[in-house]
């Protein structure tokens, strides 16, 4: 059982930058395609950033690249480093992992969420 625990969002101005953590705190011993989603109020959710079990595959949308960074802590953690950050990346942020393959991350179908971090972003 995946169960992911997520950390890390607040209110900050924008140009400030945060990091957002996400660990499986489950019993599964396997490895995670991890993952980023936003949903911002009245929006669907959107993908954000994406890495593969080992972090050497990595994902972004067009609007966060050179801005955020995924990275792996290990097989089951993943960070979310936010920089420049403006107002129309606040949101309610979820990790998201499968253990099956990194396509249903990128597709927005993984398996496991976690309950969502919100982070705020004042001009």
């Known amino acids: 059982q995946v169960q992911l625990v997520e950390s890390g969002g607040g209110l900050v101005q924008a140009g400030d930058s945060l990091r957002l953590s996400c660990a499986d705190s489950g019993r599964t011993s396997s490895g995670l395609h991890m993952g980023w989603f936003r949903q911002a109020p009245g929006k669907g959710r959107e993908f954000v950033a994406a890495s593969n079990w080992s972090g050497g595959t990595t994902r972004y949308r067009d609007s966060v690249k050179g801005r955020f960074t995924i990275s792996r802590g290990n097989a089951k953690t993943v960070y979310l480093q936010m920089n420049s950050l403006k107002p129309e990346d606040t949101a309610v942020y979820y990790c998201?992992?499968?253990?099956?393959?990194?396509?249903?991350?990128?597709?927005?179908?993984?398996?496991?969420w976690g309950q969502g971090t919100q982070v705020t972003v004042s001009s």
């Open positions: 998201a992992a499968d253990i099956g393959t990194f396509a249903a991350v990128l597709s927005g179908s993984p398996r496991y």
